[in-house]
């Protein structure tokens, strides 16, 4: 069964047109154990809302699909990366990532004001726990938020 989730990105690093151009891409990065534990539970297929963070407003973007399961983030144990990790090697990775691919990109992005006035969305981690890079999002949830992308 699918699962759904939320990946955040700030779109002067990588943004939903960045993966509409490139078609897929490594989700590499995650330092934080939470988000990285879910990306472990990420299936082929799963759905993602795709968030632009550190944005003007921060808002859904865009969706995407997952296609590869979680493997080791060989930045972590890359000294020159800019996510470089001591801790990890690759004897012993402590990261991993998932790869994507683009879906579409919302005609109507879905802004963090919006996503926190919508009736339905009341629970959606992103509007109680910010900073968390990837998260579950419920598929009521993502159903509402595709709805409102797409509006015109």
């Given at each position: ?25 490594a ?25 632009h ?33 001591p ?42 726990r ?17 709805k ?5």
């Amino acid at each position: 069964m699918a699962q759904y989730w939320l990946m955040k990105s700030e779109p002067s690093v990588y943004s939903i047109d960045d993966l509409a151009r490139d078609g897929r891409t490594a989700w590499d990065g995650v330092r934080n154990f939470q988000a990285r534990n879910f990306m472990r539970k990420m299936k082929v297929g799963d759905l993602v809302l795709f968030y632009h963070s550190n944005a003007d407003p921060p808002a859904v973007a865009g969706i995407a699909r997952v296609v590869r399961e979680a493997y080791p983030d060989a930045s972590s144990w890359n000294p020159k990366a800019h996510y470089y990790d001591p801790d990890s090697s690759p004897q012993n990775p402590r990261w991993d990532m998932v790869d994507v691919e683009f879906v579409e990109k919302l005609s109507n992005p879905v802004p963090l004001s919006t996503l926190k006035d919508t009736s339905g969305l009341e629970n959606m981690l992103v509007t109680k726990r910010g900073r968390l890079s990837v998260q579950p999002v419920a598929k009521g949830e993502f159903e509402i938020v595709r709805k409102l992308g797409r509006k015109r």
